[in-house]
């Protein structure tokens, strides 16, 4: 989601001492940018703090610590931290130390966490956990049948009727095409039902929830409709559905 992918699902505040949000990044080192999917840099330092490994990178305007599932990537390497999520004044109790800003996410290619393990959940008070992406699905031909219900809601309806929708309840039936597990306490993940389209960006619908749901799902969600809620480092999302419960 853009988490959620997922991987993918306000977080804004200045310690991250606790489950809440992250802040904005600040505009120094390669932060995320909005639409940004990953950062890059050389690795200068890496101290392991298990189940993490924090990371000290050099990348092209400034240095940039970063923080992913335990590694064993070398000094000197290049690397690629995925799905990447900023968290301003971040206190590591096991290092004891207070970083200005960390890069949450996980490390692409070789040196990565072994496949198959488990998502990496931050110690208690260290504020938003990390989650392995999930693989997209196959969106090439998505079509599925609309939820049935007075509330019920294809996607592009849900776009179209975002006003009025505001802060209500909507059924929506699609697809998983992207999920993120566990980041900042929630499920994120993003439906497509064939309605909207890429152009007019109302195909794609974020959601998050408690509910496990894996790329590739057919599903249908019941949840509130949020509209214009920005979680910082660049995960802004005009409409998103919250609190999303699977129809049983």
Request: glycine content about 10%; aromatic content about 4%; overall charge neutral.
């Amino acid at each position: 989601m853009r988490l959620v992918p997922v991987v993918l699902l306000s977080l804004a505040v200045t310690s991250c001492k606790g489950p809440e949000a992250p802040a904005a990044a600040a505009a120094t080192a390669e932060a995320p940018s909005p639409g940004s999917t990953a950062v890059r840099g050389k690795l200068v330092e890496r101290i392991d703090a298990p189940p993490y490994s924090y990371l000290r990178l050099a990348a092209a305007t400034g240095e940039i610590w970063a923080a992913v599932p335990q590694t064993t990537a070398a000094t000197g390497a290049d690397v690629v931290v995925e799905n990447p999520l900023v968290m301003e004044h971040f206190e590591s109790k096991s290092l004891n130390r207070k970083f200005d800003q960390v890069v949450f996410g996980t490390l692409a290619g070789p040196g990565a966490a072994a496949a198959g393990a488990p998502v990496a959940q931050l110690p208690a008070g260290h504020g938003a956990p990390i989650a392995a992406p999930a693989a997209a699905a196959d969106v090439a031909d998505v079509k599925v049948a609309k939820a049935a219900g007075a509330n019920a809601k294809t996607i592009a309806e849900v776009y179209g009727q975002k006003a009025a929708l505001k802060e209500s309840k909507v059924a929506v039936r699609g697809k998983v095409v992207k999920a993120n597990s566990g980041i900042l306490g929630k499920n994120w993940f993003h439906l497509r039902d064939g309605s909207g389209a890429q152009a007019s960006g109302d195909n794609d619908l974020t959601v998050t929830s408690d509910a496990e749901i894996a790329v590739g799902d057919v599903v249908e969600i019941t949840g509130v409709v949020r509209l214009d809620r920005d979680f910082g480092a660049g995960y802004a999302y005009p409409v998103i559905i919250e609190e999303a419960v699977l129809a049983k």
